[in-house]
């Protein structure tokens, strides 16, 4: 007796004071955002990510030096192992060909953002529309969808089985030394990622009641997927997203290190300079230590934000 | 003419099985040819025990599962033959009520979004003020504030968001609404609210109601005509007081004999029928009587070969058994089973369905008899929910408190006194602050 009219009247009190305060209503989006600014994880990953941000776009502009005049050049000897380190006039020392360093940083950055953020797009996109496809297919379309999304998930499944950086070398190898075959290499990688996730989330999404509700109340397929799972079915795609930021700065380095990126060794790029600098490593190792800090305090970046995000969007965490 | 006619539908999903390329290897007899006529403006009750199919026709009847073979004619029309597109446009007269009142909301729609689904699907309504004048008074007849049309699911109570749910059903002007299990997700409480809205709605607006439910009490409270499955198919059909007063098949017998009766006296003397085994499986039903495994009448040759049709015994009471009238008049020895004095020490424990027995109560009144097993179970049940809601509950009474002393609401201030003693742990300190609230 007592137990549930104490809830009773506690919910009616509960409900009181909740219509009062907002009348407006709170969507899901908006309470996740709110977490997000409580999360000191999310903050620090915001802060480094803006910076990295900032960086790339007035990098160019601030830089002290050209970042390809070899200015100095006179003085850095990488046969006899003679380099200049950091030093007033140059804040990271020089490069085996004299050039500045700190300069060499700060424009490669805007290289290096724009190849994560173009394979991470590249692969969201492409991975966005197969997955969304298959979803789409499996949850709504009978035996015949069932079918068709078998079909897009075993070739989803053979992209997955090859090793992603074989996938991405045989790519860049395939269509030649260039910056945009880097960026397409790391994103082909993403993709059957991002095509599970989405697939996956929304075949969850689609035996849910509230999709079954819109079935009957005679709701258009087209409008199901689009309104109803697929928004539900967005959280974990975002947050991998983010994740995939970090994935794909290391990647593209990766992939420059091993000489597939830009042929031209005069744009800098933190994971080219990275490759040029291994060969200097045991006279001059801060010439590596740079570009390495830099893609690693940025990956941090994307990935604590990318966890925050995980977090903040949990439904399980709501309340 | 009835409204809604079922004529031997069935539902069958194959069990498929295979690496490369699936074989169906069998099927699950989830629904077994059933039959049944639903009269507009009255409520047909459904029940039966977990598994035994009745949500699999109720999903059955709006398509959103295939049906197998059958046919269910709605005025006139066969909506088992309806191509794709005509058969979203007939659902507007077909609606349905879920039994998870949260998850039948997209979270990440408002209300107002919610309700005008419906709407914009079949063209109703010129543009979205229109719409909004309609979910209004719609929201109204339910007994929503309209300032609930841009709120989402999350910021309500189950109680309120099954009323959502059911405006969504009503926008639509339906003439049969499917209620799944309407209330078994809500607080008992909350039920009788529900039910009472239901009812209103039906006087009002004209409805008819399937209700699909696993509780005695709620179905009789609200049914005019009862119908019990058992393992896909229809076992007894009865107006609703003929069957609670003279249940006249044996699994129906049984289902009454676990419902506990208020008076002491005569619980003392009443006897229990325990059913014994387990509910077999509706991927290899028996053969015969579906019920013959474990009725504590079944006869040896003719109930395991032949089959019982659902034949009428008089008074519109139709029972699929062989020999009904023998066991009415007592005339038919029982072969197995146990009876036992319902008072009997453990019987809780029997093997009889336990979702039927523990969510059974005698009707009353009002609000479900809360002595009763149900209440028990419900309190065991809301304890552990409890204690996980325990400090949602701190922050929210700390709002009402604000909220309370600008402006003291005259409902809350005729609620009963909450009784602290038997609170759990966490929610101990709780009801205090809410008094202080008010």
């Known amino acids: 007796m007592s137990v549930a009219t104490k809830t009773d009247k506690i919910q009616r009190l509960a409900e009181l004071a909740a219509t009062k305060e907002t009348s407006t209503g709170a969507s899901l989006w908006r309470e996740a955002f709110r977490r997000l600014k409580r999360s000191k994880m999310a903050i620090i990953g915001a802060v480094v990510i803006a910076l990295f941000v900032v960086l790339a776009i007035v ?37 085996h060909l004299g050039r500045d360093l700190f300069s060499r940083m700060l424009v490669g950055a805007r290289q290096t953002l724009l190849v994560g953020v173009v394979a991470t797009l590249i692969g969201l996109i492409i991975g966005f529309v197969i997955g969304g496809l298959a979803g789409a297919f499996a949850t709504l379309g009978g035996d015949t969808g069932r079918r068709v999304d078998s079909v897009i998930m075993r070739f989803i499944d053979i992209m997955l089985a090859m090793p992603s950086l074989l996938l991405a070398v045989s790519i860049a190898a395939v269509m030649g030394q260039s910056l945009t075959t880097v960026m397409i290499a790391v994103g082909v990688v993403q993709i059957p990622v991002f095509a599970r996730l989405l697939r996956g989330s929304m075949l969850a999404q689609g035996s849910a009641d509230y999709v079954l509700a819109a079935k009957s109340l005679g709701v258009r397929k087209r409008r199901i997927v689009l309104s109803q799972i697929v928004p539900n079915s967005l959280s974990p795609v975002i947050v991998q997203a983010t994740l995939s930021l970090a994935t794909a700065i290391i990647e593209a380095a990766a992939l420059s290190y091993l000489g597939l990126g830009n042929p031209d060794p005069a744009i800098p790029e933190w994971g080219v300079m990275l490759t040029q600098a291994q060969r200097f490593f045991d006279n001059a190792p801060m010439m590596a230590v740079y570009p390495a800090v830099g893609i690693i305090i940025t990956a941090l970046g994307f990935t604590l934000l990318g966890e925050a995000m995980r977090e903040a969007l949990d439904p399980k965490l709501r309340g | 003419m009835s409204l809604l006619e079922l004529d031997g539908v069935k539902v069958h999903f194959p069990i498929k099985k295979g690496l490369l390329f699936d074989r169906t290897v069998g099927h699950v007899y989830a629904v077994d040819g059933i039959s049944l006529k639903v009269e507009a403006g009255q409520t047909y009750g459904l029940v039966g025990e977990s598994g035994c199919g009745k949500t699999t026709l109720g999903r059955s009847v709006l398509r959103l599962v295939d049906i197998t073979e059958g046919s269910v004619v709605l005025d006139g029309t066969d909506l088992a033959k309806l191509p794709g597109e005509e058969m979203r446009r007939f659902r507007r007269r077909l609606q349905m009520v879920f039994q998870d009142p949260l998850g039948s909301l997209n979270p990440r729609q408002n209300i107002e979004s919610i309700l005008s689904e419906g709407m914009v699907a079949h063209g109703i309504g010129k543009d979205q003020e229109e719409r909004r004048e309609k979910i209004k008074s719609i929201l109204d007849k339910v007994g929503l504030p309209s300032n609930a049309l841009s709120r989402y699911p999350h910021e309500f109570s189950g109680g309120q968001r099954q009323r959502i749910g059911i405006a969504r059903a009503l926008v639509l002007e339906p003439d049969v609404i499917i209620c799944d299990e309407p209330v078994s997700a809500l607080d008992v409480s909350v039920q009788a609210q529900v039910i009472n809205l239901l009812e209103e709605l039906q006087e009002e607006l004209g409805l008819t109601y399937v209700v699909i439910a696993h509780d005695l009490a709620v179905v009789r409270h609200i049914s005019d005509t009862i119908g019990v499955m058992y393992l896909g198919s229809l076992v007894e059909e009865a107006p609703s007081d003929a069957l609670y007063a003279e249940p006249k098949h044996p699994y129906t017998k049984a289902l009454m004999s676990a419902v506990p009766v208020p008076d002491p006296e005569v619980e003392d003397q009443r006897e229990r029928i325990l059913l014994i085994g387990d509910l077999p499986s509706p991927a290899n039903p028996p053969s015969g009587c579906r019920f013959h495994t474990r009725c504590p009448w079944a006869q040896a040759e003719r109930c395991s070969t032949e089959r019982p049709e659902l034949r009428d015994v008089g008074g519109g009471h139709r029972v699929a058994c062989h020999y009904a009238e023998e066991i009415a008049a007592g005339t038919l020895a029982r072969t197995t089973g146990e009876v036992v004095p319902a008072t009997r020490e453990g019987v809780e424990d029997a ?24 209440a028990e179970k419900a309190e065991t049940a809301e304890k552990a929910e409890k204690a996980e809601k325990a400090e949602a509950v701190v922050e929210a009474a700390e709002q009402a408190e604000k909220a309370a002393s600008a402006e003291t609401p005259d409902e809350a201030a005729e609620q009963p006194e909450p009784e602290a003693a038997e609170a759990p742990e966490p929610e101990a300190e709780q009801p205090e602050k809410a008094d202080k609230a008010v």
């Open chain 2, 351 to 374: 093997p009889v369905s336990e979702e039927l027995a523990a969510a059974t109560v005698p009707e009353q009144a009002g609000p479900p008899e809360q002595e009763s097993t149900k």
């Open chain 1, 59 to 95: 990098g160019p502009y601030v830089a002290p030096y050209s970042p390809t005049a070899q200015t100095w050049r006179n003085e850095v000897f990488p046969n006899r192992g003679e380099f200049v380190g950091a030093r007033g006039e140059n804040w990271f020392g020089l490069d």
